[in-house]
């Protein structure tokens, strides 16, 4: 099996990014008993070719209904914190009334060295984001502000994003197929599934390719 570098954020991410999918990672973490760790289906990657992965910072943002003061000061502090590889994480708790992401926080993250960005609601600027090539997920798009509508309360705490309770340093990886997350504790158990999984797949794959039925090589190989 390939030989996989636990012992660097960086390489692993990359390795991930490569060679795995959000499918063959959820089939793995059931494997290890984690069952519910896809994010709903309406979070969606901002363009097609969108794929995300890493450590999660994460973010909790609540509706409010007047302006306060300094309403931005978490908003910046969480932004300011991530660190190379991190995924920003944000709940909004599924709220459709604000817009809690856009382009200048996507530029800021970009140059923290963060690599993407996973929002439980929407997100604005849609178009210069795409061109940034920013990895972002969403509900939707909105053109409203968040001053006056929503307001971060803290970050780096346990949020429920997606309906998958995310804890900070969780890994995440989203791609067209959807976002799951990766407990930090299973982290090393279900890389090692998927990757075998996927060696399994390309093996069953050419044999099918030459006309071996699905029922003999699942026989053979257990994969599907």
């Known amino acids: 099996m390939t030989a996989l570098p636990f012992d660097d954020d960086q390489k692993l991410f990359a390795l991930m990014k490569e060679q795995l999918y959000s499918a063959v990672l959820c089939d793995a973490l059931d494997q290890v008993g984690h069952r519910h760790q896809a994010m709903r289906a309406d979070i969606r990657p901002l363009y097609p070719d969108a794929v995300v992965v890493g ?11 007047e302006p306060e003061e ?22 909004t708790q599924q709220s459709t009334r604000t817009c809690v992401w856009g382009e200048l926080l996507s530029t800021a993250s970009m140059a923290r060295g963060a690599n993407g960005a996973v929002i ?3 997100t604005r600027d849609v178009r210069l ?10 509900t939707g798009m909105y053109p409203v502000d968040s001053a006056g509508r929503s307001v971060v309360i803290n970050y780096n705490r346990p949020v429920n994003c997606g309906g998958v309770v995310v804890n900070p340093g969780d890994v995440v990886f989203g791609d067209y197929d959807g976002v799951i997350v990766i407990p930090q504790d299973a982290l090393r158990a279900v890389i090692e599934r998927a990757v075998a999984k996927v060696e399994g797949e ?5 044999e099918l390719r030459k006309g ?4 003999q090589v699942f026989d053979k190989y257990g994969v599907l």
């Open 55 to 65: 450590r999660a910072l994460t973010m909790q943002s609540v509706d409010v209904y």
């Open 70 to 91: 300094n309403e931005y000061e978490e908003e910046i502090a969480a932004v300011d914190s991530l660190k190379p590889g991190d995924v920003l994480v944000a709940s």
């Open 120 to 122: 439980d609601g929407y």
């Open 129 to 138: 984001i795409q061109k940034m090539g920013f990895p972002l997920f969403s």
């Open 202 to 206: 390309n093996i069953t794959r050419e």
């Open 212 to 215: 071996a039925t699905l029922r």
